[in-house]
């Protein structure tokens, strides 16, 4: 536990958050770099059936699970710095507004072969979030499948957003991608005027 | 005194909370964003209220923008046409392409046009205006406010610590209202009816005719509707009039959803929609010469299924939530009565509240709450899923061409009693039904009245 | 169907102390602190408070609450803020006024920059 046995202990805490389509290698990037086991919390959802039958009644009641996981690292002995790993569906948004809050970076999380199941939270960060981000290709076989110019476009991402790419497990690369989410959070809030937000889906 | 909880910070959560607050009751609202959020955020609808729901706001002490929002002292009705007369719906096949995929653009022209003047003004304030002040305005009378994005899970255990006498559910459209089950009965529709987009703009003039605030709305043959509503909104940290211009097409027209799939930075949404403004609503595209974007996010795109759900929610663990507001009565915009609807539903949830402070809310005051506000709400309710068809009845068409009539003649008694109907919708019962409007022309106004046609 | 627990005549659900405002938000990641342990105080809490209560004596965020302590993030929060309106815990605030304080990022830069 943070040491906090003296209400005078003052620890400064941050936090990165990780989002990521399905399978992108969040939980993987949350423990390569935490000190503690990641933590997984889960919160369920009630939703309503599909309408392909609508008028029948409406039984077909269903239960969405969503995961999301943090971890901790001490970066010194007053500040600790929490990862969150936000659930892999974007329509519980209530959710990654929560977690999203007060954040000071958010890392994208993308699988090179699955580039559309990151699409949700590459929109959110674009269009209902002020957190600045970066995308990171997670390297599953340790190289790069594909060129960074080629994701950008295939992920129609704006020049300003940094891209980069890293193996999720190894603790120094991921590491080093922090860096960049750190660093492009103060390049971003130093400077005014960030690109202008699409026009957002009604929620 | 009892334990509230709300969940949802919109136009019923925040209302029903200031109301209990104020009468001495302990209650806490979960929102999902923060005031600085939803003030910095987009839009979230357009909001239009009229007398008697900006009346509960005056008696709450929550009229904060009364002076300075623009006060819209009458409803102008316009119907476009094109110039080849009413399209054949049965010709309507696949997705019409929108005005920008086309070389060719004929504007339509304005067939019927009247104005229906109200006795008490109608009024516009930005949600993100209004609901940032109520929500910090209820954190400094005492309220509690906790950030939380609700899940259902959290429902399950709040409901089962105790904590709270009760639980109300205000989430609007959000993910929540899976909780409700729909009421088929009550729900005709299964799918979105309108495609909506809608933007903050500011620059619009008045129309030379008028010179004052209005509520202008266009009924569009084989199109869908469009608005033009002015209100006070965001200006940086202050606050500013505008022109809120909303857009409601049929689904497969030329403004389906497939219009506006693209992501569009705002100005290319506003250049969208002056250009359908100039094909389908000419006189208002006149107006708007100058017109510019309001703020950062001026935009709502999207569309959702008009539906009523059962108001009461049951958790795993035996908890019981009541829903209010959008979570179970979400009409189409197209009415403008869902915000109106949320005032009078957190009005009416307030009174029972209160009258039984002392006793349980139980599953039975939680069906006899509900129903008291289905008996406003099913008015609203059916007159907006009436309006929904792509094509006026018969009778509407004669009500619109009598309305025109007795407003050139200087007497707008139809159009005033149409545009009464917008703020009180139980009255709406004679526009309807085709008996009673005949009955109501042949009575008021039969010089402007063309007679019904012979039954077959 | 088991019936609603609540009854407004039994309130199971008591905590000591006059309301006061707590106007610091209570984000994820915004560590909980127990000024002054009292086992007295714990021995009468409600379940749910109780452990709470003892799971913050060691200073952890509300996010680690929440999961060490098997309760939902919303009935943590809810908790935590009637513990801290009594003066039970301590919520403290954001040491700077802003995530994006050039000071705190480069601390977190740096201590990263030792990792990689
Ligand atoms: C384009 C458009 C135009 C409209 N025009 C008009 C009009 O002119 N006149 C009119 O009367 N009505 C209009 N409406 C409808 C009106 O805006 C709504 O009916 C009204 O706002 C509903 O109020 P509410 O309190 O039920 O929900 P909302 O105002 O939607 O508030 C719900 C709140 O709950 C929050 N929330 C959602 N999920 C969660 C969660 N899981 N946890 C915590 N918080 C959550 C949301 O963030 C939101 O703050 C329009 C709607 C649209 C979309
Ligand atoms: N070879 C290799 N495998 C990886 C890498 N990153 C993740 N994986 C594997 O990919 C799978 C998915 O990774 P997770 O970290 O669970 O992904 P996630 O984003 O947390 O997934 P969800 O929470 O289900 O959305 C796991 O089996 C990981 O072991 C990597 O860099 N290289
Ligand atoms: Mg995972």
Redesign the interface.
């Known amino acids: 536990m943070v040491s906090a046995h003296s209400p005078e202990h003052s620890t400064t805490t941050a936090k990165i958050v990780v989002a990521g389509g399905f399978g992108a290698g969040k939980t993987t990037l949350v423990s390569a770099i935490s000190e503690i086991p990641p933590i997984n919390t889960e919160a369920w959802m009630t939703t309503a059936g599909t309408l392909d039958d609508p008028l029948e009644p409406d039984s077909d009641k269903s239960t969405t699970t969503v995961a999301m996981d943090f971890g901790r690292r001490t970066l010194a002995d007053d500040l600790v710095l929490y990862l969150f790993g936000t659930p892999g569906q974007q329509r519980f948004w209530p959710m990654w507004d929560d977690l999203c809050r007060g954040a000071s970076g958010a890392l994208v999380l993308v699988d090179t072969r699955h580039l559309d199941r990151s699409f949700a939270a590459v929109n959110y960060f674009e269009n209902d979030s002020t957190v600045p981000f970066v995308v990171g290709v997670n390297m599953f076989h340790g190289e790069q499948t594909h060129r960074l110019d080629a994701v950008r476009q295939a992920l129609s991402l704006h020049e300003s957003v940094p891209l980069c790419a890293f193996d999720a497990r190894d603790r120094a690369q991921v590491a080093g991608a922090l860096v960049g989410v750190v660093e492009h959070s103060m390049a971003r809030t130093a400077r005014p005027a960030p690109p202008r937000p699409m026009a957002p889906a009604l929620r | 005194m009892?334990h509230i909880l709300i969940v949802g910070a919109g136009q019923s959560g925040l209302q029903l909370g200031l109301n209990l607050l104020a009468a001495g009751m302990d209650v806490?609202i979960?929102s999902?964003?923060?005031p600085e959020?939803i003030r910095?955020?987009?839009p979230t609808s357009t909001q239009c209220m009229f007398q008697p729901a900006l009346q509960i706001e005056r008696d709450l002490g929550l009229n904060f923008w009364e002076e300075q929002c623009p006060k819209l002292t009458a409803q102008r009705y316009n119907l476009g046409l094109p110039p080849d007369g009413y399209p054949d719906a049965r010709q309507t096949t696949g997705e019409a392409a929108p005005p920008w995929l086309r070389t060719e653009v004929t504007p339509f022209t304005r067939a019927i046009r009247f104005t229906g003047p109200w006795e008490h003004y109608t009024q516009s304030v930005d949600q993100r205006i209004k609901m940032s002040s109520w929500l910090a305005e209820f954190?400094n009378r005492?309220g509690?406010v906790?950030?939380?994005?609700?899940?259902?899970?959290?429902?399950?255990?709040?409901?089962?610590?105790?904590?709270?006498?009760l639980t109300i559910v205000a989430a609007g459209?959000?993910?929540?209202?899976?909780?409700f089950?729909?009421d088929?009965s009550r729900s005709p529709y299964?799918?979105p009816q309108r495609a909506?987009s809608c933007i903050y703009t500011r620059g619009m003039t008045f129309d030379p005719e008028y010179q004052d605030w209005a509520v202008s709305f266009a009924n569009i043959a084989g199109v869908g509707e469009f608005f033009n509503m002015p209100g006070l909104t965001v200006d940086g940290d202050g606050m500013q009039p505008c022109n809120i211009l909303l857009f409601a097409g049929f689904p497969e027209g030329p403004l389906g959803f497939h219009a506006?799939r693209e992501?569009?930075?705002?100005?290319e949404?506003l250049d969208r929609i002056v250009r359908a403004m100039r094909e389908y609503v000419p006189w208002e595209a006149d107006l708007a010469g100058d017109i510019e974007i309001t703020d950062?996010?001026p935009?709502?795109?999207?569309?959702?299924?008009p539906t009523v759900r059962h108001p009461i929610g049951?958790l795993p663990?035996?908890?019981?939530v009541l829903g209010m507001g959008d979570v179970v009565v979400a009409n189409d915009p197209i009415t403008g009565q869902g915000a109106n609807n949320a005032a009078h539903s957190a009005h009416i949830y307030a009174r029972h509240i209160i009258d039984n402070a002392?006793?349980?809310y139980?599953?039975a005051w939680m069906q006899a709450t509900f129903d008291d506000y289905w008996n406003y709400a099913k008015h609203p309710t059916v007159f907006t899923n009436a309006m929904l068809g792509q094509e006026p009845p018969e009778h509407v068409g004669r009500i619109l061409a009598a309305a025109q009539a007795g407003h050139e003649a200087g007497k707008p008694v139809i159009a005033a009693r149409i545009a009464y109907g917008y703020t009180t919708p139980s009255d709406l019962g004679w526009m309807l039904d085709p008996d009673e409007a005949n009955k109501y022309l042949a009575e008021v106004a039969p010089e402007f009245a063309t007679p019904a046609p012979a039954n077959p | 169907m088991a019936t609603p627990r609540t009854h407004p005549k039994v309130r199971p659900y008591v905590l000591t102390g006059g309301r006061t405002v707590t106007r610091h938000r209570l984000l994820v990641h915004t560590l909980v602190t127990v000024p002054y342990y009292d086992p007295g105080l714990a021995a009468a809490m409600l379940p749910e408070a109780r452990t709470l209560y003892e799971q913050a004596r060691d200073g952890c965020s509300v996010a680690e609450l929440s999961a060490l302590s098997g309760l939902s993030l919303g009935v943590t929060r809810v908790i935590v803020s009637d513990l801290a309106a009594a003066q039970r815990v301590r919520v403290h605030a954001e040491t700077y006024g802003s995530p994006f304080d050039r000071r705190l990022l480069e601390r977190v830069r740096d201590g990263l920059r030792a990792l990689a």
């Open positions: 009892p806490t979960m999902a964003r923060t959020e910095g955020g987009s954190e005492g509690t906790i950030y939380q994005g609700v899940m259902t899970s959290d429902l399950d255990s709040l409901t089962a610590l105790g904590r709270y006498d459209k959000g993910e929540l209202v899976g909780l089950d729909r088929a299964d799918r909506l506006w992501r569009l930075s705002p100005t949404h950062p996010r935009s709502l795109i999207g569309g959702y299924t049951h663990s035996g908890g019981l002392d006793g349980r139980d599953e």
